[in-house]
């Protein structure tokens, strides 16, 4: 037995391959470094990268669903013109269609959701090419009914799930007493939206959260700093879970993951921060209403056109529906849909993980790179009388048609065409 293999002296010096090797081994042992720590300030917080499913999505679908369904009119805010704002025209409709008395706690049992069937609700949205964004309800609206509908069965495929959360509740009294304390006190935050918050994500996991209900008081309130790094550093989605700007009424457009700035926010150019504009198809409500007509619907190709302009500005496009009480979603608005859907089908190339071209609404020559060009609207040109479509050719003074046994004439008139260019020099 040698000496030092008893403790009797030093071992002999390594040989230099193994020395390296047991260092290099060493260092493996250690592994990475641990993951980065977020702290309670918008400096850390606005860091942190977006999770890039977002970016890549595009297109999502935003449902506002909640009591306010069940008087069916005006808007979601149904409670707070009628009560918070006292509007002449809500008071007539209740005194038309209610009786004396009737609070607005008196809808709720009529909200049934009888004909609820997530599954249905999760196929037409994955038909109507949903890849991302709010493809579930409004989960605390402000007039305070939280719905629980056990993730919508929309956890396939390839959608993503998101919750909404209004921040505050019109007329809970904590909120109240805060306000009339000025917002120096914090009993409904500490006591209800905070709790309420961390159980949101404990209990559904969700891959975004679309904060709202923020405009009244600065992210100090809120506490929505600290939220956001436990949020991020701890919580059970931290890895991939996306946010919107509504912190704070010092936030939007500021501070938080991606922007949506304001309802049916448009930029004009390409911003440099990742935004999304959300509107609805019925263009005077996010709720459903009961007095919606068909010219406050949004058209198939108003639609296409938002999303295209959208995109190409390097935003995503989240589109609204309202279902009934009874948990339906009407037909115009799964007609809508589907167009989408049917739209995306052909031209998701387009659309899905693309990148904002260096102009956006100018002619370019390019080379190597693919570049797409959509149109707003499907043109078919007919006449009276004539089975088969005309045919037709854009030309420099406008859209030249050609007649039948007839002369050709050019009729001017803007339409743009989808092209793909590959390697053009």
Avoid at 33 to 54: G, K
Avoid at 310 to 329: A, E, F, H, Q, R
Avoid at 365 to 381: A, E, H, R, W
Wanted: proline share 9%.
């Amino acid at each position: 037995m040698k000496p030092w293999a008893v403790g009797l002296g030093p071992p002999p010096p390594l040989p230099l391959p193994l020395l390296l090797l047991l260092l290099l081994g060493a260092a493996l042992v250690r592994g990475p470094p641990p993951p980065r720590r977020y702290t309670p300030d918008w400096q850390s917080l606005d860091s942190r990268p977006l999770p890039d499913w977002f970016d890549k999505a595009k297109f999502g679908v935003f449902v506002h669903w909640g009591v306010f369904a069940v008087p069916a009119w005006g808007s979601e805010w149904f409670w707070w013109h009628w009560k918070g704002e006292g509007l002449p025209q809500y008071e007539q409709f209740m005194s038309e269609n209610y009786p004396p008395g009737f609070s607005y706690a008196d809808f709720g049992p009529q909200f049934t959701a009888r004909f609820f069937h997530p599954d249905t609700w999760a196929d037409l949205f994955q038909a109507a090419g949903a890849r991302g964004g709010e493809a579930g309800p409004a989960q605390e609206p402000p007039e305070g009914c939280a719905l629980d509908v056990a993730h919508l069965a929309s956890r396939r495929g390839n959608i993503r799930y998101g919750l909404y959360h209004s921040l505050l509740e019109w007329f809970h009294p904590l909120y109240l007493l805060d306000k009339k304390n000025n917002f120096k006190t914090q009993f409904f935050v500490r006591a209800k939206t905070m709790p309420e918050l961390y159980d949101l994500v404990n209990r559904y996991e969700p891959d975004l959260i679309w904060s709202d209900g923020e405009w009244e008081c600065p992210d100090t309130y809120w506490n929505s700093t600290e939220f956001l790094s436990w949020l991020y550093n701890d919580s059970p989605v931290k890895d991939h879970v996306v946010v919107n700007d509504r912190w704070g009424q010092n936030c939007s457009c500021h501070h938080g993951g991606y922007y949506n700035c304001q309802d049916k926010y448009k930029p004009e150019s390409l911003p440099d921060h990742k935004w999304e504009m959300c509107t609805s198809i019925d263009k005077v409500s996010w709720g459903y209403r009961r007095n919606m007509v068909m010219s406050d619907v949004a058209s198939e190709c108003e639609i296409i056109s938002e999303l295209v302009q959208t995109v190409s500005l390097g935003g995503n496009y989240l589109l609204n529906i309202g279902p009934t009480k009874d948990g339906l979603i009407v037909p115009i608005f799964q007609e809508r849909l589907l167009s989408i859907g049917k739209w995306l089908s052909i031209n998701g190339e387009a659309i899905y993980a693309s990148k904002p071209w260096r102009v956006q609404l100018e002619k370019n020559t390019t080379s190597g790179v693919d570049v797409f060009s959509i149109p707003f609207c499907y043109l078919q040109i007919t006449m009276l009388g004539i089975q088969k479509d005309l045919k037709w050719s854009t030309e420099p003074e406008g859209l030249l048609i050609y007649l039948p046994q007839l002369s050709l004439f050019t009729l001017p008139v803007e339409f743009g065409w989808t092209i793909k260019l590959t390697g053009v020099e």
